[in-house]
């Protein structure tokens, strides 16, 4: 069957382990924003898209959406996922796309930390922004120290992440690395910085997040905050 223009879909906090007695909130989707929730959870899979098109519900960002479920077109749902990116391992690094740098210890794997759910014991995300910042009088950043980790040898090509639309690399510092991010971390990062470094030393792969969004068509995507998700959409 045709996607329909619009559809109806009501949203609660999912309550693990609870019945949740918050009140059921509705928003109309059109098909490109549902697809966009459900490919950052499932990937660009058509058939686990259509599953979940045809269930009528999907758990995005701690909140459970319910729709009428559907059985969608196939040409039609194949035309909205062409206009997301495959993962390409041939894509060379470039620190200029990188928008955060995710600093693991221990056993934590990158799976664990790229999802925007709960991050991982032992995980320091640093957005760009904020590592950009410099000190008084200084002339490099801490942003700057970690790219440094990424000459001569550049991060290794992982994959794609359809959650944070980007793409994913890796890189496993040695202990010479590791011991000058951490003088560079101590000259070149801000105060507010300062007290979550202490992971410096025992960082075993550093994961670089680079931005390659969806082509245009593809629907904005619902953002969560105090309220509870918000699209390009009015509420009911």
């Known amino acids: 069957m045709p996607f329909p223009e619009t ?5 609660s906090e999912e309550e693990a382990e609870f019945i949740s007695m918050r009140p059921l909130v509705r928003q109309t989707f059109r098909p490109a924003e549902l697809v966009d929730m459900i490919v950052a959870v499932t990937g660009k899979d058509p058939q686990r ?46 620190p200029e796309d990188c928008t955060e740098a995710i600093l693991e210890s221990g056993a934590a794997s990158a ?4 999802p925007h759910s709960a991050a991982p014991r032992h995980t320091l995300r640093l957005l760009r922004e904020d590592a950009s910042r410099k000190r ?10 970690l790219m440094d980790l990424t000459h001569p040898r550049p991060p290794a090509y992982r994959e794609y992440s359809y959650a944070l639309r980007a793409d994913i690399y890796i890189l496993q510092p040695d202990a010479a690395q590791l011991a000058r991010l951490a003088h560079e971390a101590a000259r070149y990062s801000t105060r507010s910085l300062r007290p979550h470094l202490a992971i410096l030393p025992t960082v075993s792969q550093v994961i670089f997040v680079c931005d390659r969004p969806v082509a245009d068509g593809a629907g904005p995507r619902p ?5 509870g998700p918000s699209a390009n959409a009015g509420q009911r």
């Open 7 to 11: 559809i109806l879909v009501k949203y």
């Open 49 to 94: 898209v259509q599953l979940i098109l045809r269930g009528g519900t999907v758990v995005f960002h701690s909140y459970r959406y319910w729709w009428q479920g559907f059985d969608a077109e196939p040409d039609k749902l194949a035309d909205l996922l062409d206009r997301y990116p495959d993962a390409n391992p041939a894509r060379p690094f470039r």
């Open 111 to 114: 799976a664990d930390a790229m």
């Open 136 to 145: 008084l009088f200084r002339v490099r950043s801490l942003w700057d120290a």
């Open 223 to 227: 953002v969560t905050d105090g309220a």
